[in-house]
C-alpha cells in the first residue's frame, strides 16, 4: 500500500483508531493483522515469502541463544543463508543469469540458462536485513530471542517501516511492543507534523522533480551536458526527498501510537566529506554495514592495518551498491563511493593541513561544494537505465565547458535543450533552497521540537498552509516511493 493513496488515508486513521479502543494484550495482533493486509495489497501470494523467512529466523533466535557456544555460529549462519537465499533468487536470478549467459555466449557454449518470470517482493532487501540483524543482536548476546512468535512477526512487518525501513534494530523496537502506548495528544500531534512533513517532501517536491528528470534520464540524447547536470541535481533532490519523505511518514505514523523508530536522514547535503554523507543518508542502513559488515572485516584483517579499512570500504560500498539493485549501474555507483570515501580515509591529516591553511568559512564551503558535486556526478550511474546511458551522460557532462564558451559566444542558449526557466528552473530551485532552508533553521533552532510551544493561531495557519501546499501543488498520481525497488 502506497502512503500517497486514498487507501492509506482510510487505512491510517482506522488502524490507528482500533489500536487504542482494543486492550493492550491484544494491541500486538491488530497491528499484525493491520501490516498483513498493508503488504498484501501489492502482489498477496508474497506474503508467504515473508512467513518463511519469520519462521526461520524465530527458531533461529531460540536456538542460538540455547547453544552451547561452539554451535551458536552455526545456527546463525543456517539463519543467514536462508535470508540471503531468498533475496538472493528474487532479486538476483536473473541478473546472475544474465551475466553468465553472456560469458557463455562469448566462450561459444551450446547452453543458456532460463531466465524466470519473478517479480521482485516489495521490500524485500529492507524486511531481510531487519530480520538478519535480530539473528546478529541474540548471537552476539546484545538481545534475548524473541519467545512470542507474533510479537517477533510484527518486530518483521511493523507496516510503517514495513516496506522502505528505517531499518530498526531489535534493542530498539521490539521492547515497544510490549509498553503500553496511552493516547496522548502530544504523541498525536507531532507524529502527525512529521507525516505532514514527508508528504510534502513527496507529493509536492519529490514527485514534482520526477516531471522533469524522468523524461531527461529516459532519452539522454536529447538534451546538453547542462541541462543533464541540471537533471542530476534535481534527481538527488528527488530521491532526498522521496526515501527521506518515506521515513518522516513512517516515523509519524509509529509516533501517533506511541513507538519511536530512528532518525533516517539529518540534512545529508551540509556534509563536508563524503563519509560524513554516509553518516547523514539513510543511516539505518549505513549502521548497519557498518555494524554486521564494515567492522568485522576490519577486526579479522587488522594485521593489514590501514589497508584493512581500504578494503572494508570497498567491500562495504561493493555490496551497498548491489544491494541498492541487480544491475552493474548500482556496482560502479557503490565502486565510486568506496574509492572517494578510501582517499578520504588515506588523505585525512593531508588534507585537514591543507584546509588549516584556508579561512575557515572557505574550507568549509569548499568541501560543501566538492561533496555535493561528486554526490551529484555519482548519482549519475544510480539512476540511469544502464551503463551506456551513464557513459553517455558523463561525457556530455565533460562538453559543458564548451557549451558554456559557445553559449557565451553566440548569446544563445537556445541549442542547451533546457528546461523552461520561468515555469520550471526558477521555482524549482526555490521550492529546493527553501527545503533546505526550513532544514538549516530546524536543525539550529530546533523550530520541529518547540513547535508546540508557539501560539495556536501560528500552528493552525502552518497546518492550513502546508494542507494548501500538498492540494494545490501536490502530484496526485500515485508515483510509487523510489526504493520500493530495493
Known sequence: MLFNSLQFLLFFPIVTIIYFLLPHKFRWFHLLVASCLFYMVYIPVYILILFFTIVIDYYAGIMIENAPEEKKMRFLVMSVIANVGVLGFFKYYNFFTENVNELLHLAKAPVNLPFLDIILPIGLSFHTFQAMSYTIEVYRENQKAERNFGIYALYVMFYPQLVAGPIERPQNILHQFYEVHDLKYENVAKGIRIMLWGFLKKVVIADRLLLVTEPMFNNPTNYSGIALAIGATFFMFQIYCDFSGYSDIAIGCAKVMGFDLMVNFNRPFAS???????????????????????????????????????????????????????????????????????????????????????????????????????????????????????????????????????????????????????????????????????????????????????????????????????????????????????
Open 272 to 486: 563536508k566529506s563524503l563519509s560524513e554523507f554516509w553518516r547523514r543518508w539513510h543511516i539505518s542502513l549505513s549502521t548497519w554495514f557498518f555494524d554486521y559488515l564494515f567492522n568485522p572485516v576490519v577486526a579479522s584483517l587488522r594485521k593489514w592495518r590501514k589497508w584493512s579499512v581500504v578494503f572494508g570500504l570497498m567491500l562495504t560500498f561493493f555490496l551497498s551498491g548491489l544491494w541498492h539493485g541487480a544491475s552493474w549501474n548500482y556496482v560502479v555507483w557503490g565502486v565510486l563511493q568506496g574509492i572517494v570515501i578510501s582517499y578520504e580515509f588515506y588523505t585525512r591529516d593531508f588534507r585537514l593541513a591543507a584546509l588549516a591553511k584556508l579561512p575557515r568559512k572557505l574550507a568549509d564551503t569548499l568541501c560543501l561544494v566538492c561533496t555535493f558535486l561528486f554526490v551529484v556526478f555519482a548519482v549519475v550511474f544510480f539512476r540511469s537505465k544502464n551503463l551506456g546511458d551513464s557513459f553517455f551522460i558523463v561525457k556530455k557532462l565533460a562538453y559543458i565547458p564548451l557549451e558554456l564558451m559557445q553559449g557565451l559566444h553566440t548569446h544563445k542558449f537556445a541549442f542547451l535543450n533546457l528546461p523552461n526557466y520561468k515555469t520550471v528552473l526558477l521555482p524549482y530551485a526555490v521550492m529546493i533552497l527553501i527545503l533546505e532552508l526550513l532544514q538549516y533553521l530546524n536543525e539550529k533552532y530546533r523550530i520541529g521540537e518547540t513547535f508546540h510551544t508557539k501560539p495556536a493561531a501560528f500552528r493552525w495557519a502552518t497546518y492550513y498552509s502546508a494542507l494548501g501546499l500538498l492540494l494545490f501543488f501536490g502530484v496526485y498520481e500515485k508515483h510509487s516511493f523510489i526504493y520500493f525497488q530495493f
